[in-house]
């Protein structure tokens, strides 16, 4: 059974442009969150989806947005990159049996 | 949901028992004790999940006293590929039909030397 896959797995921008990441779940699961991780404040919630409503959100500042299609693959979206917003973006879908199953993660460096 | 605390870090060498101890005074009746691994760039890996009492599974066991205020991880014979860090969290059981935010400390950073 494939896991959590996410794209792409490394990305540099520039201050002020916007990115999009992509997560495939586990097939069925229908529940997908999104986790930044850095050095500094380690693995914060960003926001979690469910059947392709944002059900939980975050401390995170509006730029950070995401969206979950019908058949469960997510995106998130953050826009006006800032240097601080260099980080490992993971995202993790949920198991019955399992708890979470986490992706590899996008590294984002933005420049 | 319940805050954690663990220690920063551990070293250890191949071949010994690693116990990693969590507190979390606050626990409510309905939260699980879940521990995950995490390798360098890599996203957290469920290691073992438990209520109560103890639980065992092929990668470790996971010991909650009565009070369960506090729970021990512990991993038997670490090898060097054990090296990674180790995160306690608490909550719902949450598989996959409620909320969804797994609240992460800091985790503890474990070495495994030769």
Not at chain 2, 63 to 88: E, G, H, M, N, Q
Not at chain 2, 98 to 111: A, E, R
Request: hydrophobic share 30%.
């Amino acid at each position: 059974k494939a896991g959590v896959t996410q794209t792409p797995r490394y990305l540099i921008k520039t201050r002020g442009q916007q990115v999009t990441l992509s997560c495939s779940p586990i097939s069925g699961h229908r529940s997908v969150s999104w986790y930044q991780q850095t050095p500094g404040q380690g693995l914060q919630f960003l926001f979690e989806y469910f059947s392709e409503t944002q059900r939980n959100k975050g401390n995170f500042p509006g730029r950070f947005s995401g969206r979950q299609f019908s058949n469960s693959r997510s995106e998130m979206n953050v826009s006006t990159l800032e240097l601080g917003d260099s980080a490992l973006y993971l995202c993790a879908s949920s198991s019955t049996r399992y708890g979470y199953t986490f992706g590899s993660g996008t590294r984002l460096t933005v420049v | 949901l319940a805050k954690t605390t663990q220690p920063i870090s551990m070293d250890s060498y191949e071949g010994q028992e690693v116990n990693i101890t969590c507190s979390h005074n606050n626990i409510a009746t309905n939260d699980y004790i879940t521990w995950y691994q995490q390798f360098p760039s890599q996203g957290p890996r469920f290691i073992i999940q438990g209520y109560k009492t103890k639980v065992t599974n092929e990668v470790a066991s996971l010991f909650i006293p009565a009070d369960r205020k506090s729970s021990t991880l512990s991993l038997p014979r670490v090898s060097l590929s054990d090296t990674a860090v180790y995160y306690c969290l608490v909550g719902d059981r949450n598989y996959g039909g409620s909320q969804g935010n797994l609240i992460f400390g800091k985790g503890t950073k474990l070495s495994v030397k030769p």
